[in-house]
């Protein structure tokens, strides 16, 4: 059982246009969630985050947007950058059972000059 | 540098031996996390503790894992009696009391 989704494999963009990555979760108890970034062979890089209690957030280019009723997130990436070309993962915790994550399975920007 | 650091990055063997990696966590991160990466996929909680007291462990931690952090500090995860399937990218993270987890750059193992 699958509880973090991203149903996007990959994503081709045009660089300075908008990139919009999704998610979707199914447990009801996370309640806080990620985004991270990963190059090959690196771990994955924390990129920004989102409280349950919250519905944006936002940090430079990056923002998550959450909407809880759908049980959805989103990532933009405003202007794309072709540095910003990596697989992001999206990921979801419960503060009150350990902190661990769950992720899903990434989606693949190409973000083309 | 003071990021997470794994070692080896890169590990081979052949069937049904016996491999350990480590990881050295940011200093005073009180969590470690480690993880299993397969292709394609996105990474999966095997185990954590906190301080030396490992709280959780996957059902993806079959009685061949073992993991330690003894005195808090770097941790070990051995993996007994490879196998084919166990070949993947290990990743550790380690968290202080409120923040996010910080990834070190992962082992790679592959089994023969």
């Known amino acids: 059982d699958q509880q973090v989704k991203q149903n996007s494999p990959s994503l081709s963009v045009q660089e300075g246009r908008i990139s919009i990555l999704n998610c979707d979760y199914t447990?009801?108890?996370?309640?806080?969630f990620l985004w991270y970034k990963k190059y090959p062979a690196e771990g994955p890089t924390f990129l920004i985050s989102?409280?349950?209690?919250?519905d944006k957030n936002e940090d430079g280019r990056f923002t998550v947007f959450l909407n809880k009723s759908a049980k959805h997130l989103s990532l933009h990436i405003v202007p794309s950058q072709p540095g910003d070309s990596a697989v992001y993962f999206c990921?979801?915790?419960?503060?009150?059972?350990?902190?661990?994550?769950?992720f899903g399975g990434g989606t693949r920007l190409m973000v083309k000059p | 540098d003071t990021g997470v650091s794994q070692n080896p990055r890169h590990k081979i063997t052949k069937r049904g031996q016996n491999v350990t990696f480590r990881c050295d966590p940011i200093s005073e991160h009180n969590r470690l996390y480690w993880y299993r990466q397969t292709l394609g996929q996105g990474p999966e909680f095997l185990t954590y503790f906190q301080n030396e007291a490992q709280l959780e462990k996957s059902r993806l931690l079959s009685d061949r894992f073992s993991a330690e952090r003894p005195k808090g500090s770097f941790s070990t995860l051995e993996i007994q009696r490879t196998e084919q399937g166990d070949s993947a990218m290990y990743l550790c993270a380690s968290k202080p009391a409120a923040d996010t987890q910080y990834f070190g750059p992962g082992t790679r193992l592959t089994v023969l």
């Open positions: 990921a979801a915790e419960n503060n009150n059972a350990g902190n661990m994550l769950t």
């Open positions: 989102i409280s349950s209690i919250k």
């Open positions: 447990n009801s108890m996370f309640d806080y």
